[in-house]
T-cell receptor, first 114, second 110 residues
Framework: DGGITQSPKYLFRKEGQNVTLSCEQNLNHDAMYWYRQDPGQGLRLIYYSQIVNDFQKGDIAEGYSVSREKKESFPLTVTSAQKNPTAFYLC?????????????FGSGTRLTVV | GIQVEQSPPDLILQEGANSTLRCNFSDSVNNLQWFHQNPWGQLINLFYIPSGTKQNGRLSATTVATERYSLLYISSSQTTDSGVYFCAVVNTGTASKLTFGTGTRLQVTL
């Protein structure tokens, strides 16, 4: 079945540590996105990629980094510069950037700072 | 940037009841989508509806773009409808990024 796989489902980070969240899709979608969701809030865009080897900052990119070396993969690194990283992280893809339909989301990674 | 407000923030229904969720947005849009997030966090796209009316089973949606609002109707609600419903828009003339509202949390009880 086609879809998006995020791993791990739960992740615990110590203060000052960098962690990387995985996002893989087999939908042959060009565009991929990372969102952050805080309790009781909507989704906020961290980074997006319209095509391989290209990515752009979203609304809350500080403290995060990404890469897009392969079409299928868009990993997100939460760096020690992100002061409040505890949140639910969702990866999504669409057939093209800003596509009117066909947004597919992964099942999310819940990150907690311990 | 564009503001997206959803109401009500919380809603509790008995199974079988109908409900209307509202999404107001502050500027013109060329893309509006409704999503359902289940209690385990999974988001599913329900409708792409920048204008007009669409129906899919017990769900239907209407967007009146000139008045900057959209409505999601749920009829004969079931416990599986529980979760959070999000409206997301793309502001006309901007880079095509979806801006999400804060959602309506729906709980359907037996």
């Amino acid at each position: 079945d086609g879809g998006i796989t995020q791993s791990p489902k739960y992740l615990f980070r110590k203060e000052g540590q960098n962690v990387t969240l995985s996002c893989e899709q087999n939908l042959n979608h060009d565009a991929m996105y990372w969102y952050r969701q805080d309790p009781g809030q909507g989704l906020r865009l961290i980074y997006y990629s319209q095509i391989v080897n290209d990515f752009q900052k979203g609304d809350i990119a500080e403290g995060y980094s990404v890469s897009r070396e392969k079409k299928e993969s868009f990993p997100l690194t939460v760096t020690s510069a992100q002061k409040n990283p505890t949140a639910f992280y969702l990866c999504a893809s669409s057939i093209s950037f800003g596509a009117a339909y066909g947004y597919t989301f992964g099942s999310g990674t819940r990150l907690t700072v311990v | 940037g564009i503001q997206v407000e959803q109401s009500p923030p919380d809603l509790i229904l008995q199974e079988g009841a109908n409900s209307t969720l509202r999404c107001n947005f502050s500027d013109s849009v060329n893309n509006l989508q409704w999503f359902h997030q289940n209690p385990w966090g999974q988001l599913i796209n329900l409708f792409y509806i920048p204008s007009g009316t669409k129906q899919n089973g017990r769900l239907s949606a209407t967007t009146v773009a000139t008045e900057r609002y959209s409505l999601l109707y749920i009829s004969s609600s079931q416990t599986t409808d529980s979760g959070v419903y999000f409206c997301a828009v793309v502001n006309t003339g901007t880079a095509s990024k979806l801006t999400f509202g804060t959602g309506t949390r729906l709980q359907v009880t037996l």
